[in-house]
């Protein structure tokens, strides 16, 4: 029997591996069902988003999400695919980052208690805590072999021989303390299903192995592909590290810019996974964009859906307003509207010069342009530029003669200068 869930998470390629019987139990009744999110910062990164979506669709779809922050294992470290142990947390920051992360949670899932399928955070730290090593290994320990566990993709790869540093006990106890969540999780709120990304599976399937052995219950898993982009490199990262929800560590503008700038394949794989847009109003835009690629109509909707999603409207429209400076018909409001930050990541890249302040106050169109900067390359240059009306300062038309002020700058130390529709230079008063 098909699950409307699966079939609906299947074509928006979000579907790797699925247990058998997982799409029966999802079609018979509200399933209660949890993903694990990795507490070593207070604030999710868009690597999260997929488990986050997967949980959205199931509470979408009548289904109870429990969001796992994982407390305990996140003091541990997990082997799958990585290989460097964990820094580990003092209960303080951990605490800390529960907090953050479920007020981020609030604006994908419901935690409304009133409703039968209420999203609910926990936290195994709460129940691993008082556990103690005699009473793990003597409880837990003996119902999974060791022949079992050395058989896991993640412990191969870590044993075999392009392995240099090993594997810790702690990090191959791992798929036994997340086996126990889920056992634990299984008692305690009756969830029969564990969501998590591919590389996942073998700790996931761990899980079902132990409520099986310990409970004689059945409980069920599927995974959803690793996203990678076109050019195999990962995803989410950039140059200065990862793409952050909480906009103190990525701003909505480079948030939105990030989606912006996907290339055309992978803005089509990604529309599917990180928007609730429907198949007929994906498959639409998806036909416009191969009839006109370069307005990018793909990449557009992609970057609007996901920022107002996580940021909303009025950051979103911030942030487009942002984007057009460069390329569109901006003004000197405009400017002075943005942030330090963005104004300088907008003009990321354009060539710049620091003058001294007393320098620059008093300076005239030549001073500026010509003398203090080297923008244009003489006096007769500029002379040039003024009488075919292309120099801006700040994204004004220069007209006459000026003499800058204090009042000119933005953000109290720049000027922008600009001769026709791309050429910058930014001057900064230090």
């Known amino acids: 029997m098909a699950s409307a869930l699966i079939e609906e998470l299947q074509w928006r390629g979000m579907v790797h591996d699925i ?7 999802l079609e018979k009744e509200s399933t209660t069902a949890y993903v694990g ?3 070593t910062a207070d604030s999710l990164h868009i690597g999260h988003l997929v488990s986050v979506m997967l949980l959205k669709h199931l509470q979408l779809h009548g289904h109870k999400p429990l969001a796992l922050v994982g407390g305990a294992t996140g003091m541990i470290g997990d082997p799958s ?4 142990e964990r820094n580990l947390l003092n209960e303080e920051q951990l605490r800390h980052n529960e907090a953050c992360l479920k007020e981020q949670l609030k604006r994908f899932l419901d935690f409304d208690q009133s409703e039968p399928n209420a999203a609910e955070l926990v936290n195994n730290y709460d129940w691993m805590k008082e556990f103690s090593f005699l009473e793990f290994i003597r409880d837990i320990g003996k119902h999974i072999t060791v022949n079992y566990m050395m058989a896991k993709d993640s412990v191969k790869k870590r044993l075999g021989s392009e392995s240099k540093e090993g594997m810790s006990f702690t990090e191959f106890t791992y798929q036994l303390v997340q086996g126990y969540d889920f056992l634990h999780l299984y008692r305690e709120k009756n969830c029969r299903l564990q969501m998590g990304g591919s590389d996942q599976w073998g700790n996931i399937t761990t899980g ?3 409520i099986r052995r310990m409970e ?10 690793l996203i990678t982009k076109a050019d195999g490199s990962k995803f989410g990262k950039t140059e200065s590290g990862n793409v952050w929800l909480d906009k103190k560590l990525t701003s909505p503008y480079k948030f939105y810019q990030f989606w912006l700038n996907t290339s055309d394949e992978d803005a089509e794989k990604y529309i599917k996974i990180f928007t609730l847009l429907k198949r007929e109003e994906i498959e639409k835009i998806v036909s416009e964009h191969k009839e006109a690629p370069g307005r990018r109509a793909l990449q557009k909707k992609l970057a609007e859906e996901v920022t107002i999603m996580v940021h909303g409207e009025e950051d979103l429209q911030a942030a487009i307003e942002a984007s057009n400076i460069l390329f569109g018909k901006a003004t000197e409001e405009s400017l002075r509207k943005l942030s330090e930050e963005d104004f300088l990541s907008v003009f990321e890249g354009v060539p710049q010069t620091e003058i001294p302040r007393n320098e620059i106050i008093g300076s005239n169109e030549y001073d500026l342009f010509s003398g203090k900067t080297d923008f244009l390359k003489s006096n007769g240059e500029v002379r040039r530029a003024l009488k075919e009306n292309s120099l801006q300062l700040n994204k004004e038309k ?3 003669e000026i003499s800058i002020s204090d009042d000119n700058l933005i953000n109290d130390k720049y000027l922008l200068l600009q001769r026709g529709k791309k050429n910058y230079f ?5």
């Open 398 to 400: 220069i007209k006459g």
């Open 216 to 225: 004689q219950g059945e409980a069920f898993a599927f995974t959803c592909p």
């Open 426 to 430: 930014l001057v900064i008063a230090k």
């Open 208 to 210: 079902t192995e132990m």
């Open 81 to 84: 695919g990585k290989s460097k």
């Open 19 to 25: 247990m058998p019987g997982t799409e029966e139990q």
């Open 37 to 39: 999110i990795d507490p």
